[in-house]
């Protein structure tokens, strides 16, 4: 068994050692492409900035700890409701579809979205938003208010689990946990704003490690633990079936145990039952998502229903290492010369398999790039995914200064969250060095997870940054357990020792030489990436919404229908989306002194799907006029079904909310890497400058 133990140690040292390295090294985000050398040099800061804060937090009283876990946790419920109610954004995806799809239902409508026909495993997700929007009309709130308040409870419960934990190791891991999920940009966008099914993972794992703690704690697995790990282990298994990697975490540390009885006891005995109570959760999860699907009038056998081979169809494409794609899904849906979709995804994976075992090559570059692929973002890809996050935004509420510097922004905090999760990473990667073994222990427990996840997804799935974001609480546990060891380190380990040994005059010289070169990439080389466009104001209208024969509402000869709009900073282009049956006047009006005075009429042509007009718009309130001024009932475009659209402000009519579907932009694109931002990193590199320098 210590060749168990020997390979599972070797196994974690090498892929945790490989996740650094990408995490590190890896330019391309979906934000845009990262300077490298500030990562380093910000991974670098953070660390010397990290070793003072826990050398200090180290001689704090108990009293005075629990006074500083206790006002983080204060402000971070407060940063919670800020980001929320200050910054909205339209959301997409399968959010969007579970969310209508949730609304439809519970207006007596049995038609599916074909999204859901696709994927039963968002039967629970959906059946979730159900609650919450029949929650919100029991109390006459809006659907957003409930929605918001549940994720923020999510995410508050995730922060104290993680502080809970470390807590129990030591007083200090609590304080300096408390810090760091404060600073964690992650806790502030995608478990907020989408919601998903990525927060109750994330707390789930949470809770099974936490079970796992009390276990080695007391040796022992009483039977009260059986009912709570077991619905731990269901909920974990419906928000993510990904999680039967602790399955199999379990079963190694249950052989480790058994085959080394005089350090371990009869601890794999409870480490059996802690197995067989996950078992009943993963029973319980079916019985759970088939009487769902039975209580919404779910048909599990529908034949769009996708086979559980169709993922690992998907994972298999060579040409797009592993990630999803439309022709993917439509190969599956249509199963063109096949009877069935399982029929078709059998014979692609063969047909797949086949052709990478025809160019052997083709293999280690397809594993090694799904898996760097779930490494290769700070944020995990948290503010992309689901979100128009990338290149366009669609704001529906923000203050001036994110919109008008979101590109700028946004590569900051990818960068300053790559260097945070690679200082993680190599603190991991140090102490599994340094121990030279895999004990059957909390730590080797939650990154055993963590890599199982990232394998999970390398072999047997499709791949994108954001499925290995519900390990971040595991990683912040066991980064912060594996903190302390390399604080402890004389020499900063991720220097060559040639380096680390030149002498602080020699070492602030070579700094200095690297921020000169950090600072002359994002001034020249890092500018030619594509510049970010500034969306002012937006609303996006989805495909499954709004087209030309869906969406569309009747104005009555001489009715109008008006939409408010604010516009918190100036923008010069706006595209108004129509698909009006005949001619329609246009008005944009401004309000001035309580009065609203048009700065915009227009006549827009029948069959028009998108208007566009270059002009000038200062910051102020507008509104967006249809008027019907023609002797018939005609057609314009809009999103009806708004009881699951976050906008601040929608357009009543005929006694029902819609939406007007518009963008308000700025012509002049700005580029990501901006004066300020560049001035930003080289106050930054002073400041490490002047902490290496006084601290060595």
């Known amino acids: 068994m210590k060749l168990l133990n020997r390979m599972l140690y070797g196994s974690l040292l090498g892929l945790f050692g490989l996740a650094f390295f990408v995490m590190l090294l890896e330019p391309y985000t979906d934000a845009g492409f990262v300077e490298l050398v500030s990562v380093v040099l910000l991974t670098l800061l953070l660390f010397f900035i990290f070793r003072f804060i826990f050398r200090k937090l180290k001689n704090f009283s108990a009293v005075q700890t629990k006074k500083l876990v206790l006002l983080n946790f204060i402000l971070f419920i407060i940063f919670q409701i800020v980001a929320v109610s200050a910054v909205r954004l339209q959301v997409f995806g399968d959010p969007w579809h579970t969310a209508t799809q949730a609304l439809q239902l519970i207006e007596g409508s049995h038609v599916w979205d074909p999204w859901l026909q696709y994927y039963p495993n968002l039967i629970p997700f959906m059946s979730l938003q159900i609650v919450l929007i029949k929650l919100s009309s029991l109390f006459h709130l809006s659907y957003y208010v409930l929605f918001y308040g549940f994720n923020i409870l999510i995410n508050s419960l995730i922060w104290l689990m993680v502080v809970r934990i470390l807590g129990r190791k030591k007083p200090a891991f609590a304080a300096f946990a408390s810090i760091f999920m404060l600073i964690l940009p992650m806790n502030y966008d995608f478990i907020l704003r989408i919601g998903y099914t990525d927060g109750i993972a994330i707390l789930m794992l949470l809770l099974l490690a936490s079970q796992f703690q009390m276990l080695l704690t007391n040796r022992d697995f009483k039977k009260r633990q059986y009912l709570s790990l077991a619905l731990i282990f269901m909920l974990a298994y419906l928000a993510r079936p990904n999680v039967i990697v602790v399955l199999v975490a379990l079963i190694i540390f249950a052989l480790i145990a058994f085959f080394d009885k005089v350090k371990y006891g009869n601890l794999w005995q409870s480490l059996g039952k802690y197995f067989l109570a996950c078992l009943i959760g993963m029973v319980l999860a079916f019985g759970a998502t088939r009487g769902l699907a039975k209580a919404v009038n779910y048909d599990m056998n529908n034949p769009n229903v996708f086979p559980t081979s169709n993922w690992f169809y998907e994972s298999v494409n060579f040409s797009s290492m592993g990630e999803w794609t439309t022709a993917d899904r439509d190969y599956i849906l249509y199963h063109p010369g096949y009877e069935t979709a399982k029929e078709a995804a059998n014979a692609g994976i063969v047909q797949r398999v086949s052709e990478l075992a025809a160019a052997p090559w083709k293999i280690p570059v397809l594993y090694i790039t799904k898996f760097s692929s779930l490494w290769s973002c700070g944020t995990f890809a948290t503010g992309t995914d689901y979100q128009l996050y990338s290149y366009v935004y669609h704001w529906a509420k923000a203050p001036a200064f994110l919109i008008e ?26 102490r599994l060095k340094q121990e030279k073994k895999a004990p059957v222990n909390l730590f080797t427990f939650a990154i055993l997870i963590i890599m199982g996840i990232s394998l999970f997804h390398t072999f047997l799935w499709e791949v994108k940054p954001r499925y290995q974001f519900m390990t971040i609480g595991l990683l912040a546990v066991s980064g912060i357990l594996s903190l302390e060891s390399l604080f402890s380190l004389k020499s900063v380990p991720f220097l060559p020792k040639r380096i680390a040994n030149l002498g602080k005059k020699k070492m602030v010289v070579i700094l200095s030489l690297l921020s000169v070169l950090s600072l002359g990439l994002m001034a020249t080389v890092m500018r030619m990436q594509p510049k970010q466009t500034i969306v002012v104001n937006a609303q996006f209208q989805p495909l499954n919404n709004y087209n030309l024969d869906k969406g569309l509402v009747s104005l009555k000869p001489g009715q109008k229908i008006s939409q408010n709009v604010s516009l918190n900073t100036t923008a010069d282009l706006l595209n108004v989306t129509t698909a009006n049956s005949a001619e ?29 007009v270059q002009q000038p718009f200062e910051v102020g309130q ?44 700025k012509i002049q694109a700005e580029y990501k890497y901006s004066t300020g931002l560049i001035a930003l990193f080289a106050l930054l590199y002073l400041l490490l400058i002047g902490i290496y320098y006084k601290t060595h």
């Open 405 to 430: 510097h979101i590109g700028a922004i946004n590569l900051f905090f990818e960068s300053y969250a790559k260097a945070l999760m690679a200082l993680l990473l190599l603190a991991i990667f140090l």
């Open 584 to 612: 329609l006047e246009l008005r944009v009006e401004k309000k001035v002194n309580q009065k609203w005075l048009s700065v915009l009429t227009a006549s827009v042509a029948a069959g028009t799907t998108d208007y566009l």
């Open 622 to 665: 507008y509104r967006i006029v249809y008027d019907n001024q023609t002797a018939k009932t005609q057609k314009v475009g809009a999103m009806t079904e708004t009881a699951v659209l976050d906008y601040p402000t929608r357009a009543e009519f005929d006694g029902k909310e819609v939406s007007l579907g518009f963008q308000f932009t």
